[in-house]
């Protein structure tokens, strides 16, 4: 098994450009997390899917911020205008019904 | 969720037992603890969780008191490659649809000195 596949590994952006970050999950995995990570706040959770339909995104910081799941093997989270507060480690999880919550390598976002 | 108390950091011996306490004294009946660790620059792994019995898996063990009011984490023989921050974590079970959150505390860094 791959594990969870998180793209690109590293991002450097200028403040005010869009961002893409990309995840696949577990193969049969039915719920994905998307987590943030600053040395000031920790590990924070953003939002999470199940079956393909977000339940909570209560983490979500602001309307800059949107993720989407359009199938059970592919996620998206979406930094649109980015800004230097921005910049942290994002990492991407799944897990299946056993409930145990399995991460990506994270990506690193450099906002200028 | 019931939160944790955790030393900030410990040091262990190479080859030696890490023990890794956590105090939660407010869990609930129904209330699982889980332990994670991140290594650095990598994401968290899942090390091992239990309810009220005492749990042993290829990674590590966990005990956990009768009161369920503190756990110890043991990693049997700590390598190097065990250095990283390693985070206890309670959290209810998922009902229904809805999983519960991991909520990560800033965790106990374990150093393994050779």
């Known amino acids: 098994d791959a594990g969870v596949i998180q793209s690109p590994r590293h991002e450097v952006t200028e403040m005010g450009q869009e961002v893409t970050l990309r995840c696949k999950p577990i193969s049969g995995h039915d719920y994905l997390f998307w987590y943030r990570q600053t040395m000031m706040r920790g590990l924070e959770l953003l939002i999470y899917f199940n079956n393909n339909v977000p339940i909570d995104d209560s983490g979500m910081p602001e309307d800059r911020f949107s993720a989407k799941m359009p199938n059970a093997s592919f996620s998206t989270l979406k930094i649109q205008p980015s800004e230097p507060r921005d910049s942290a480690v994002y990492f991407c999880?799944?897990?299946?019904?056993?409930?145990?919550?399995?991460f990506g390598p994270g990506t690193r976002l450099t906002v200028l | 969720d019931a939160k944790t108390t955790q030393p900030t950091s410990m040091d262990c011996a190479e080859g030696r037992a890490a023990n890794l306490p956590c105090n939660h004294s407010?869990?609930?009946?129904?209330?699982?603890v889980y332990w994670y660790r991140q290594i650095h620059s990598q994401g968290p792994q899942y090390i091992i969780h239990g309810l009220k019995n005492n749990e042993t898996n290829e990674m590590a063990s966990l005990i956990i008191t009768e009161d369920r009011k503190s756990s110890t984490l043991i990693l049997p023989h700590a390598t190097l490659r065990d250095t990283a921050v390693y985070y206890c974590i309670v959290r209810r079970p998922r009902k229904g649809g809805a999983t519960n959150k991991l909520i990560f505390g800033t965790g106990t860094l374990l150093a393994v000195q050779p």
């Open positions: 407010t869990i609930s009946g129904n209330e699982y």
């Open positions: 999880a799944s897990s299946s019904i056993a409930d145990t919550q399995y």
